[in-house]
């Protein structure tokens, strides 16, 4: 009877709202008995321990039937609209201070379920040092320290997705391994405000099931935290910088490049060496942000930039990062094809005269492979591909906040691709998303 009540208490305290005190229990507790007492005490216990979670049902309408692109998914080949569970979490966290309120240790479950299955998302623990309050250390699966969209919560974040740039580099955005950071924690510190994270991991992500290859991605980012600027004191501004140092290995002897034919025109070129097994083909990843917020008498006025460039390695049909070793037809390893890439998007975000109305625009753009375009693109003995096509994506839509836990998004992509020489591909396809979405938060 007893482990009955204490577990019902524990249930309780993993359900209550953060902000909700100890005192919330001690009203429904009479303390002043034995079973009131450890009941009260195994509480304070857990009270660091916190559920948290949301749900995106959503409806979305394409404007074609199997449509291909990075607005939740592609769409089955006979289908033009659809409900889906856009994302299911259920996150648990847990954390330990010590007496003078700083953290000792930390670590964050997470899991992503959908009418698609159930899948990890954070898996990691962190500890703290406590004589200087300035360093952690993370291992685990956590997010990649690069950039700002990658790194901000699908919960919080005002579009349904991330840019295609972002969901192409760092698919998933979370990867295995250990990551240290530089954040002081006391106001008083000459550097409080500032962070950096340095971290090493095994590159592919949650797009695989196991590391392929040895070589470890080093992935970095400094930033300056949001701080008050101006002379009225109405701006918040924060900044970074980031790279991701990695790379794969190379199973196969044929390595494609760019280079330039007889005639000038751009073209892959194979190099068939047999040195080429065993080296590392780039992911090289050099990057940029910063963010503006203007306070209004109600809500925000806020820009947000990011632009990442450097040189890619993938397959023929994709510059998304393998997740296994790459296969042909054939079950023989598959070449590798190396890109210079680059991208960026553009926010601006608007709240209408109050803090629950919010008007969002965002272009962002593509470029896999910065020494073709246009026509260039499936031109005869270019060796390129659809994997080669530039992408830009116009992006409007409406936020209602009805409170804290629950609100709507209505919003539209509005996608466009350069016109090529290739088969299908030689006008702008119809790949605009119309997505109506509701989130319900806890």
């Known amino acids: 009877m007893k482990l009955g009540k204490y577990l019902l208490v524990l249930l309780i305290g993993l359900m209550v709202n953060t902000s909700v005190k100890a005192q919330f ?72 201070y010590d007496k003078e309120g700083m953290p000792i240790v930390s670590f964050a479950f997470q899991f992503d379920g959908t009418e698609r299955g159930v899948n990890i998302r954070d898996f990691y623990g962190r500890f703290f040092e406590n004589k200087y309050n300035v360093l952690s250390i993370s291992a685990g699966m956590f997010a990649r320290p690069v950039g700002y969209e990658v790194n901000l919560s699908s919960g919080d974040r005002e579009t349904p997705e991330r840019g295609r740039m972002s969901q192409i580099l760092m698919r998933t955005e979370r990867d295995l391994g250990v990551m240290a950071t530089f954040e002081p924690r006391k106001p008083s510190h000459p550097l409080y405000g500032f962070k950096l994270d340095v971290g090493a991991f095994n590159g592919q992500g949650l797009t695989g099931p196991a590391d392929f290859d040895s070589h470890k991605d080093i992935g970095a980012r400094a930033a300056v935290k949001p701080f008050v600027m101006g002379a009225r004191k109405k701006m918040i501004f924060s900044a970074g910088i980031s790279t991701w140092y990695g790379g794969m290995e190379q199973f196969t002897n044929n390595i494609y490049r760019m280079s330039t034919s007889s005639t000038g025109s751009p073209v892959f070129v194979v190099s068939s060496d047999s ?53 042909d037809a054939s079950g023989k390893y598959a070449p590798l094809y190396i890109r210079n890439f680059d991208g960026a998007y553009i926010y601006f975000l608007q709240h209408l005269g109050n803090t629950t109305d919010q008007v969002v625009l965002r272009y962002d753009w593509y470029d896999p492979n910065k020494k073709v375009k246009g026509k260039e693109v499936g031109a005869a003995g270019s060796n390129t591909t659809a994997a080669d096509v530039r992408y830009d994506t116009f992006g409007f839509g409406y936020v209602h906040y009805f409170n804290e836990h629950f609100k709507f998004t209505l919003y539209y992509d509005l996608v466009r691709n350069e016109g090529t020489s290739l088969l299908g591909v030689q006008e702008d396809l119809k790949d605009n998303v119309l997505t109506a979405r509701l989130q319900f938060r806890f």
């Open 25 to 96: 229990l001690m009203d429904m507790i009479d303390t002043t008995t034995n079973l009131g007492k450890g009941m009260f005490s195994m509480y304070k216990k857990f009270d660091a321990l916190r559920l948290s979670g949301y749900i995106q049902p959503q409806f979305q309408y394409a404007s074609s039937k199997g449509e291909q692109g990075y607005a939740g998914g592609n769409f089955p080949n006979e289908v033009d609209n659809r409900f889906m569970l856009r994302r299911g979490r259920l996150r648990v966290d847990y954390a330990r």
């Open 275 to 327: 040195t080429n097994i065993g080296k590392i083909a780039p992911r090289h990843y050099y990057g940029a942000d910063a963010q503006l917020k203007i306070k209004n008498k109600k809500g925000f006025t806020e820009f947000r930039a990011e632009y990442l460039r450097g040189t890619q390695t993938a397959t023929a049909n994709t510059t998304e990062t393998p997740g296994i070793i790459p296969i």
